[in-house]
Nanobody
Framework: QLYLAESGGGMVQAGGSLTLSCVVS????????MGWFRQAPGKEREFVAV????????YFGDSVKGRFTISTENDKNTVHLQMNSLKPEDSAVYYC?????????????????WGQGTQVTVSS
């Protein structure tokens, strides 16, 4: 069983930046793939970024490439999502998730554990 807790959401103007953090607890979390997803009202959950604890390779959704970065702080069991050049269309609830797989999955159905989500609102 893993427990994920996101923080760092809030309201920001277009062009601004926010950093989301996800603290993970539970046994064996180091073997999991960590992803960030987002969901806006009336829309499906969308892949944002994915990373593994053991390698620095990361992948991003097309809509955030070049603007968002993802990183791990292994000694603090934390995954960060740095969001720059934010746009109003980035507004959503952002979720941290963990998948018991070695693949860099962008499919939310492959993720076993989820945080409660944190709201990001970007004003124009």
């Amino acid at each position: 069983q893993l427990y994920l807790a996101e923080s760092g959401g809030g309201m920001v103007q277009a062009g601004g930046s926010l950093t989301l953090s996800c603290v993970v607890s539970g046994r064996g979390f180091g073997g999991y793939t960590m992803g960030w997803f987002r969901q806006a009202p009336g829309k499906e959950r969308e892949f944002v970024a994915v990373i593994r604890w053991t390698r620095a390779i990361a992948y991003f959704g097309d809509s955030v490439k070049g603007r968002f970065t993802i990183s791990t702080e292994n000694d603090k069991n934390t995954v960060h999502l740095q969001m720059n050049s934010l746009k109003p269309e980035d507004s959503a609830v952002y979720y941290c998730a963990a998948a018991q797989t070695t693949a860099y999955s962008n499919n939310p159905r492959e993720y076993n554990y989820w945080g409660q989500g944190t709201q990001v609102t970007v004003s124009s």
